[in-house]
T-cell receptor
């Protein structure tokens, strides 16, 4: 069964420093996608970055990068140069691509609350 | 605004009452998802529509829950005989046509349900 694990309930980081949010996953499907979403206190889910299981290079989107280690089944999010506006809940999610149902539903982790200190 | 919209944003109801939520996906997005998120947890999948067809339902979706997507446009999620355990944020998401595996899901702002 698919599973996403985020072991850090809360993290603190100083403004302008980098921070890594951990995510490990479990799936038997060879083809899958990994996502990170940000959820501010207002509640909306904001897409940050995507990594496909067959992508050779780690994904990057501006200050966000994904440290993808397939053998270890980890997909950690790195936020560089943290800003106060980065304070939010962060969710790692997975989607199987070649499963029999192939509905594209996302399986989410428990989330990590990030607080950026000025 | 061309994003996913959800109404109402907040709903307070008494136990035993029925409630209905609406989701309007991004225009031309044929895939629509409902998720439920309880406080401090990640969203959990409830159900999936491709156009007007409901193709998957989670075991979380008890008989008191029903979802529709007439004409493949907006979707409604109804909860009958609400219970306090139904209190949660209900999120709707949509994706465009094509492989569902690679496209990001665009989420609406959610409907926060409180059952007293």
């Amino acid at each position: 069964a698919q599973k996403i694990t985020q072991t850090q309930p809360g993290m603190f980081v100083q403004e302008k420093e980098a921070v890594t949010l951990d995510c490990t996953y479990d799936t038997s499907d060879p083809s899958y996608g990994l996502f990170w979403y940000k959820q501010p206190s207002s509640g909306e889910m904001i897409f940050l970055i995507y990594q496909g299981s067959y992508d050779q290079q780690n994904a990057t989107e501006g200050r966000y990068s994904l440290n993808f280690q397939k053998a270890r089944k980890s997909a950690n999010l790195v936020i560089s140069a943290s800003q106060l506006g980065d304070s939010a809940m962060y969710f790692c999610a997975m989607r199987e691509i070649s499963g029999s149902s192939n509905t594209g539903k996302l399986i989410f982790g428990q989330g990590t609350t990030l607080q950026v200190k000025p | 605004d061309t994003g996913v919209s959800q109404n109402p944003r907040h709903k307070i109801t008494k136990r035993g009452q029925n409630v209905t939520f609406r989701c309007d996906p991004i225009s031309e997005h044929n895939r629509l998802y409902w998720y439920r998120q309880t406080l401090g947890q990640g969203p959990e999948f409830l159900t999936y529509f491709q156009n007007e067809a409901q193709l998957e339902k989670s075991r979380l979706l008890s008989d008191r829950f029903s979802a529709e997507r007439p004409k493949g446009s907006f979707s409604t999620l109804e909860i009958q005989r609400t219970e306090q355990g139904d209190s949660a944020m209900y999120l709707c998401a949509s994706t465009p046509p094509g492989s569902p595996g690679v496209n990001e899901q665009f989420f609406g702002p959610g409907t926060r349900l409180t059952v007293l």
